[in-house]
């Protein structure tokens, strides 16, 4: 999905009134469709496995899962590892995130290189076969979108993000939640425990 059809696609129907509003609002929406993608399993388990290779997918949905569980500072430091890798819908996220904070000159940046990674060519790569979060993960919180209420994770799907395995040792992010080998297991675990759909 590129920057410029990702804004289109989530961009509200009315305007919520000031750009702040609207670019949060924008990015809750965002992570919500980044984690329902039927990639987004097998885009996670690769991050988890093969930390060692970049993985844009991978990072782009737990930055999104880490958005939606309230950990900001940590979304933000893996949308900027997958923008790096040539996620296009990260860069776009960046902005969104930016402008949120009323950080305009970097969601202008972070703009204009989602712009350009749009732009770029791509190596097509065989598509992933598509295994989806378990639907728990990802249902309530695009219900949640629809109702106007404020996006979150369902609360135990929540706990298993706070959860994650922390590297305190980041100068600009702070503490920054780190993928687990069983992250999928225990996202599948939490999922069961939640009220069904």
Known sequence: MSGPDLRRLIRARSP?????????????LAAA???????AAE?????????QHIHPGGALVLAALLHLAGHDDGCQFWLQFAAGGGSTTAATCLSFLHAGR?????ADYWR???DKLATEPRNPAAPWPGRPLPPAVWADTLAACHDGLTLR???????VVHQLPVNSDD????EIPQPS???LDDLAHASCHTRPI
Request: hydrophobic share 35%.
């Open 16 to 28: 919520l009134g000031a750009e702040h509003l609207q670019a949060r609002h924008e990015l809750d």
């Open 33 to 39: 469709l980044i984690i329902a993608q039927p990639e």
């Open 43 to 51: 885009s996670l388990q690769a991050l988890t496995n093969h930390r």
């Open 102 to 106: 009323g950080e305009y000159r970097d």
């Open 112 to 114: 204009s290189q989602a």
């Open 153 to 159: 994770l369902p609360s135990r799907v929540a706990a």
């Open 171 to 174: 100068e600009d992010h702070g």
């Open 181 to 183: 080998p069983t992250l």
